[in-house]
């Protein structure tokens, strides 16, 4: 069953990201990509910067013993289902695919997921805060002139509330949520946000992922993109690489000021 899953996300992902590549030539590898004046803006993904681990602390708390692979199946399905509505044209934003993907999985291993219940791992997602080297990174960002937003599968509501919590107000400029135009990464049209956002060229535009999946998405947009591994996982075979891969976000410093 798991091996069925991940051929079916490696279908869906491809076909995208080939879309995507008809729109712009994907840069050869070991290329220097960087435009002569160098990058001027970042495009994150949501989890290079937002810690999510308390949802899984979360997941143990309420479900002993079970939380490994409720999160397992949970955080599966939540993305198949981002896939599954953005190619069959029935966008719903992602804090519903995130509650409907944990109904799921919780029916899947059979767990008594009761209201209560529900609600205390969905209210997770709005006290998350930011990895420790978030901070630090994105001030130096900062203060080197590069601009920076959210491209993100998030609602904008949980994008607030991580740079809320994290006391990083003022940093980013108005967040790119998928919700802006009703599909979810990698549709071409999610990736195309930041081109408006910053008025810039693609070549001047970093994207930093954080899933391998993304990090090719974007790459075969015709982003320079960076790769926040900070889980140490092996690339995807999508035919895209990144430009740079790393485990954390001083090394994404290192990538964009040179």
């Known amino acids: 069953m798991t091996s069925n899953l991940r051929l079916h996300r490696r279908e869906l992902v491809a076909g995208t990201?080939?879309?995507?590549?008809?729109?712009?030539?994907?840069t050869s590898a070991g290329a220097d990509i960087?435009?002569?004046l160098g990058f001027k803006?970042?495009?994150f993904d949501g989890f290079p910067i937002i810690d999510p681990r308390p949802v899984a602390i979360r997941a143990e708390e309420v479900f002993p013993g079970h939380g490994a692979r409720l999160?397992?199946?949970?955080r599966t399905r939540q993305f198949e289902y981002t896939w599954l509505?953005?190619?069959?044209r029935r966008y719903a934003d992602f804090w519903q695919v995130t509650e409907e993907a944990l109904v799921f999985a919780a029916n899947s291993m059979k767990l008594d997921l009761t209201a209560a219940k529900r609600a205390q791992l969905m209210q997770t997602f709005l006290e998350l805060k930011t990895?420790?080297?978030a901070a630090p990174a994105l001030r130096a960002l900062k203060a080197k002139g590069i601009r920076m937003a959210f491209l993100?599968?998030?609602t904008t509501t949980m994008l607030d509330a991580s740079i809320r919590n994290a006391g990083l107000d003022g940093v980013l400029e108005p967040h790119l949520s998928t919700d802006r135009v009703g599909v979810y990464k990698p549709d071409p049209r999610a990736y195309q946000m930041a081109l408006g956002a910053f008025g810039m060229a693609r070549e001047e535009i970093v994207f930093a992922a954080s899933a391998g999946w993304d990090a090719a998405g974007a790459k075969a947009f015709g982003y320079p993109t960076y790769w926040v591994n900070r889980a140490n996982l092996p690339a995807e075979e999508l035919g895209a690489t990144p430009d740079g891969t790393g485990?954390?976000?001083a090394d994404l410093v290192k990538f964009v000021t040179g």
């Open 71 to 74: 999160i397992d199946a949970w």
């Open 41 to 43: 803006a970042i495009a």
């Open 247 to 249: 485990s954390g976000l």
């Open 131 to 133: 990895w420790p080297d």
């Open 17 to 26: 990201a080939a879309m995507a590549a008809s729109l712009r030539p994907v």
């Open 152 to 154: 993100a599968n998030f």
């Open 85 to 88: 509505r953005t190619l069959s």
């Open 34 to 36: 960087r435009p002569v």
